[in-house]
């Protein structure tokens, strides 16, 4: 029954000086009520000290005074009906008017074709579904013949684009002059015409950035700083008003060609550092291997570098993915009609201007840009996350 | 011994698949490659020009602009004033709203990574909910926010918000007064930067003997008396005269005072919260990447957490901070251009816009746009990279 503590050998030593020895051991005390439960979640979590306090008050009122009138405005007071704008005007009904939805119901057609001809918009949705389909193709890690994937989004990918948005009469497609193009088409057109060509080039530039041989690392070194050292709106002027001049007059580009080479070179230069960094990240030893297997540059590169390097890239790659969509938004400067564009044009139509439209198409377009870019961070973040499993692997079997 | 010799020596190999030989080849190759390319580009943009009479050289320089800007740090007058002149108010204006975008960047980016790692659990969701909207949003799309629907949605001129202290707010800008110093006021300005100069140079002395004999002299509650205590000592001494000029409303337009043009705020609210976020993940990386053992044994070591925090983590935490943070300066520096879709009268606006369009003269003006903001870059990641050096000498 009674527990004894102190060794008996060591009691004889210390009991001259001590005038008491427990024998039992104390009862085990509940913990703290301050430090578990609700209580002490709050206390650790939001009233850990005084500073801590002040700063969760701040927060609340800050939330309290910035979230109330948002929501408000975009569903309770929101307008969900009408024909034009009287419906999202002020009246002895309607006090306060939130977010004008008919608006965006209205323009839905022309925020995702532009001026696209309505009898041919099926083929702008087919195009929709195949670059869908590629791209999960590509993207999904566990597609089964992935190589035929990339070849399919390179390559068959974009022919098939052409032909479809573009037309051609030997297959009885009307042609649609890109002029007509607008809206969501133009973003999706631009942002994936920058990756299809940028990651390629991006590849070549990386290597010869690498590259022993002198001039073309420097070709290649004075491409991707130029680039990367002036602003994209500079580059679309360039292409704006330089590429006429910089070709025969016979051959002068269309709008959306100079906008597509001046995104295509722009993503290129910067597609370019994010592979180089991937190829830093491979060590030396498998570039000896390969060479002690006696591959040849091209073998090296295309057998064992790149592979390893583009698999730990992918996550970068689609960050700068998402840093080109939103940058598609500069395209306007050339005169092309992108998403962005044609909610500014709608938003100055007479017919639905009130003083929400703007707020209206803004938040449209910010909930569209949201949803897509943050659905790729997350993708991007479960690859690598997903690229990392076989390091963590590895930890535990070496245990 | 004789057989390693051989060995050492390479094999002969045909000139075909020599490494050095193929190397040169490329290398001719590539050159003769890109020189033709700029060779006919060149040609096409000669053979162009001359057919479409366009005048080529930089003549147009001294020629007279003819158009107005709205806002110019420097005097400028449309029916006097050179393309030249109009060159330098853009590229002011530019510097004018990146300078002023780095500062406040950097300030409300610092807060908000360092909010990010914060203990307060509402704190941290807060700006880690702000850097997920905000960096996930494209910045034109913000730009057109913060002016169209924010600042162009405010009261007329003749509803002007008038706020304490004379401040006037309408949909024309911000009108701030504007303080006119009189006699003595340079007694004041020099007592100051005097004042300023020998906090430094207190900060300096104590440092060098805190690194000699591990004290600190308390300089800091010194260097703030003197700070405050010698513009004002000043001031009572000589007595300066500071009036302020009030805006005047008038009927059509406001008078007096300084104007902000609501171009201006909205670009630099733009670029400050966009620049922002980006800077707070940053700072967040380099306060992460400083390991939690140094933290530790800087708490063994007896210093307090004020300490810990300013002599420990931080210099650690902005040796990984500061490149990706060069990176954002110049992002910031560069998206400034944007300023062309609200017009604002940025560098690219006037010079590559309106003289571009005045003059036709694309090919001079598109090279020196480039060249502007090629020096910008340079210059900036100079800076930046002196300061990294120095960062990063291990006996700092």
Redesign the interface.
């Known amino acids: 029954m009674t527990a004894v503590i102190a060794p008996p050998g060591q009691r004889s030593n210390n009991a001259a000086g001590a005038a008491f020895v427990r024998r039992t051991p104390a009862p085990t005390l509940p913990p703290p009520v301050a430090m578990t439960g609700i209580l002490g979640w709050l206390r650790k979590n939001l009233f850990a000290n005084v500073l801590s306090a002040i700063l969760t008050i701040l927060t609340i009122l800050f939330l309290a005074w910035i979230i109330p009138p948002i929501v408000k405005f975009l569903l309770i007071d929101a307008v969900w009906t009408g024909d034009d704008r009287e419906a999202c005007l002020v009246s002895d009904i309607r006090p306060r008017v939130g977010a004008c939805w008919p608006f965006v119901r209205d323009r839905f057609a022309y925020f995702i074709y532009g001026s696209y001809p309505a009898s041919e918009r099926w083929r702008v949705d087919a195009f929709f579904l195949l670059l869908a389909v590629s791209t999960t193709w590509l993207l999904w890690l566990d597609a089964p013949r992935r190589a035929l994937g990339a070849v399919n989004f390179f390559v068959v990918l974009p022919l098939a684009s052409y032909v479809l948005l573009s037309g051609a009469s030997a297959i009885g497609l009307p042609t649609v002059d890109t002029a007509l193009w607008g809206g969501m088409l133009v973003t999706i057109v631009v942002s994936a015409v920058g990756i299809v060509v940028s990651l390629p080039l991006g590849i070549l530039l990386a290597l010869g950035r690498r590259s022993r041989m002198p001039a073309v690392k420097l070709f290649s070194v004075l491409f991707i700083e130029f680039v990367r050292g002036v602003p994209l709106i500079t580059v679309l002027f360039m292409a704006s008003v330089m590429l006429p001049l910089f070709v025969p007059p016979a051959w002068a580009p269309d709008k959306l060609i100079r906008a597509l080479v001046g995104v295509a070179l722009f993503a290129s230069a910067y597609m370019a550092e994010v592979v180089r960094a991937g190829l830093q990240s491979i060590p030396r030893s498998q570039y000896e291997g390969a060479a002690a297997l006696g591959l040849s540059y091209w073998q090296t590169m295309g057998l064992v570098i790149l592979p390893q390097a583009l698999r730990v890239t992918i996550p970068n790659i689609l960050n700068s993915y998402i840093a080109l969509f939103k940058d598609t938004t500069l395209v306007f400067i050339v005169g092309i009609f992108d998403f962005l564009k044609t909610i500014e044009i709608g938003r100055a139509d007479p017919k639905w201007a009130t003083p929400v439209t703007s707020a209206t198409g803004y938040a449209f377009a910010a909930l569209v840009y949201f949803v897509f870019c943050y659905l790729m961070s997350r993708y991007a973040l479960r690859i690598e996350w997903r690229l990392g499993a076989g390091r963590r692997d590895m930890k535990v079997s070496n245990l | 011994m004789n057989s390693t010799a051989e060995r050492r020596r390479p094999p002969k190999v045909s000139l075909l698949y020599h490494p050095t030989f193929h ?1 040169i080849v ?3 190759a ?2 003769a490659f ?1 020189l033709f390319v700029a060779y006919q ?1 060149i040609k ?2 000669i ?3 001359r ?1 479409a009479a366009i005048a080529t050289g930089f003549a147009f320089w001294n020629h007279t602009a003819g158009f107005d800007i709205s806002q110019t740090l420097i005097e400028y007058a449309p029916q006097v004033s050179t393309y030249g002149r109009a060159f330098w108010v853009g590229l002011l204006n530019t510097l004018l709203v990146a300078a002023l975008g780095i500062v406040f960047a950097t300030i409300l980016g610092f807060l908000i990574g360092i909010g990010r790692l ?6 941290a969701r ?1 700006t880690g909910g702000y850097v ?2 905000i ?7 913000q730009l ?2 913060w002016y ?2 924010v600042l162009k ?1 405010l009261p007329e001129l003749a509803n002007s918000t008038v706020l304490r202290g004379g401040i006037v707010l309408n949909n024309r800008g911000l009108f701030l007064p504007q303080p006119m110093f009189g006699e003595g006021a340079g007694a004041v300005l020099g007592a100051g930067i005097a004042a300023v100069a020998i906090a430094v140079a207190l900060h300096v002395v104590a440092r060098r003997r805190q690194l000699r004999t591990g004290r600190r002299p308390p300089v800091f509650a010194l260097s703030l008396l003197l700070v405050v205590g010698l513009p004002v000592a000043a001031f009572f001494a000589v007595g300066v005269s500071v009036n302020f000029e009030y805006p005047q409303a008038g009927r059509f337009n406001i008078r007096g005072g300084i104007e902000i043009l609501p171009e201006f705020m909205a670009l630099l609210f733009g670029l400050v919260i966009y620049t922002a976020a980006f800077i707070g993940e940053a700072v967040r990386a380099g306060i992460q990447a400083v390991s939690k053992g140094q933290t530790e044994a800087a708490y063994a070591l007896g210093l307090r957490p004020g300490y810990t925090l300013r002599l420990v983590v931080i210099p650690q935490a902005m040796r990984v901070i500061m490149p990706p943070l060069t990176n954002q300066y110049l992002n910031l520096t ?2 400034s ?2 300023a ?2 609200i017009g604002y009268p940025d560098f ?1 606006q006037i010079f ?1 816009g309106s003289v ?1 369009n005045l003059t036709g003269q ?2 001079e003006v ?1 090279a020196i ?2 060249a502007v ?2 020096s910008i ?2 210059v900036t990641s100079l800076v930046l990279n002196l300061y990294n050096a120095r960062l990063a000498r291990p006996e700092w």
């Not at chain 2, 914060?118 to 704190?123: D, L, T």
């Open positions: 190397s490329y290398q001719i590539l050159s890109v580009l096409n943009v053979d162009n020009l057919s914060s203990r307060n659990i509402m704190v807060l997920e909207v960096r996930n949003l494209p910045l034109l799309l057109y926010f169209n629907a949605a560069k998206n251009s944007l062309v879709a690219v590559t571009l694309a090919v598109v746009t480039m903001y090629l870059s340079l």
